[in-house]
């Protein structure tokens, strides 16, 4: 908030780099300048930007430095997804030899897995609720179903005023279909219930592993 304090009506005089620092302190400080502070600071902008040819460079310069820290800020964010995703499946791996290890001890007498004890850390089993397991999503029933639909606009406000059957299948060839997912509260609900949902089993048994 300081930085953007120092900028008066002389903006013209400033120094070159004095419009990318006010710019950069009103980037980095977007959430906290008040309207006031920002229209005195649109003011002098413009004065100075009007009034000095170096300075509309130095804006643009400002302005490819910002494109090319959003292209960086890209390729770090798919490096570092990339680099996520190798951490998981990793970690994943080794949960799963550690689950196996304990599986292969058997259990105690109350029908329980042995524990895996370190000096510093317990390795275990623990029993996870019921969960759902999706094995055909095309005959899981429409009412577990939510689907997200796009349709262009027009499109849309003709579907609300007008729903005879012609236009209807008229509109709803345009709709296209983005997204299906399944509800699997509903469907856990359904099968404990004791109904059948096709397309969809609960999972009963699996374990996590746990780190003590």
Known sequence: MQALAVMTDNSAAQPL?????????????????SAVQEQQFREDFQIALSNAVEKRDRVGQFMAHLQQQIVFAASEMERLRVRKATYQRALERLQDYVASTIRSLGRDAKGKYLKLEGRTVTFSLALCPPSVDVVDETVVPANYKTLTLTVPANDWEQILLCLDAGQRETIFQKVQCRDISIDKRAVKAAIQAGNSVPGADLVIGKTSLRRA
Do not use: F, K
């Open 17 to 33: 780099y004095a419009i990318e620092e006010h710019l950069a302190a009103l980037i980095e400080t977007a959430e906290m300048v």
